[in-house]
């Protein structure tokens, strides 16, 4: 059984940062794409980063670049999310999900990012 | 990378079929047969229902289907279940290995 779980989520101020991990099981992980989507209170899903299978390409959308930094430890099975410089608007549940033909089959059950001072 | 838009509510009675639109532009929806659809229920992690426009993962129900035209694809619901009522989003594939959301759907089973 595929299994994603994020840890990581908590309060922190405006300008501090966090990092979050995602615990992959029940799959071969080195073999798919990975995503980072958030959601802000309220708000719609919106696409955050992703990762190539052996961590060599990665993108993001334009609101977290040179932020935020994706990464993957296929040894570990485990995707991560370093969040430098937070902002009130990074507030949101964060989730990650695994690709399959550029689509998230599996998602995890999300972490909350809370960014306040 | 702009929202694709979709409507903010549907509804329908049980039984009956509605659909949800999805606009893009030519430099997602329209460039590229990658937009999948995702069912949300409150507090839950979304679930994808649709994916390559329209092509159903195992253990979708057939009641779901999806199509595109141009730069708009759309999510049919038909034989509308109360299950159905949740919040539904699209999703295009951007290019260079980027990907928009839809501004989401909330879907009212009357």
């Known amino acids: 059984e595929v299994q994603l779980e994020e840890s990581g989520g908590g309060l922190v101020q405006p300008g501090g940062s966090l990092r979050l991990s995602c615990a992959a099981s029940?799959?071969?992980?080195?073999?798919?794409?990975m995503a980072w989507v958030r959601q802000a209170p309220g708000k719609g899903l919106e696409w955050v980063a992703n990762?190539?299978?052996?961590?060599?390409?990665?993108f993001y959308v334009d609101s977290v670049k040179g932020r935020f930094t994706i990464s993957r430890d296929n040894a570990k099975n485990s995707l991560y999310l370093q969040m430098n410089s937070l902002r009130a608007e990074d507030t949101a549940v964060y989730y990650c999900?695994?690709?399959?033909?550029?689509?998230?089959?599996?998602w995890g059950q999300g972490t909350l990012v809370t960014v306040s001072s | 990378q702009s929202d694709l838009t979709q409507p903010a509510s549907v509804s329908g009675s049980p039984g009956q079929s509605i659909t949800i639109s999805c606009t893009g532009t030519?430099?997602?929806?329209?460039?590229?047969?990658?937009v999948s659809w995702y069912q949300q229920h409150p507090g839950k992690a979304p679930k994808l229902m649709i994916y390559?426009?329209?092509k159903r993962p195992s253990g979708v129900s057939n009641r779901f289907s999806g199509s595109k035209s141009g730069n708009t694809a759309s999510l049919t619901i038909s034989g509308l279940q109360a299950e159905d009522e949740a919040d539904y989003y699209c999703c295009s594939y951007a290019g260079s290995s980027t990907y928009v959301f839809g501004t989401g759907t909330k879907v009212t089973v009357l």
């Open positions: 390559e426009v329209s």
């Open positions: 990762i190539k299978q052996d961590g060599s390409e990665k």
């Open positions: 030519s430099s997602d929806v329209g460039s590229y047969n990658l």
């Open positions: 999900a695994k690709y399959v033909s550029s689509s998230l089959d599996y």
């Open positions: 029940g799959f071969t992980f080195s073999g798919y794409w």
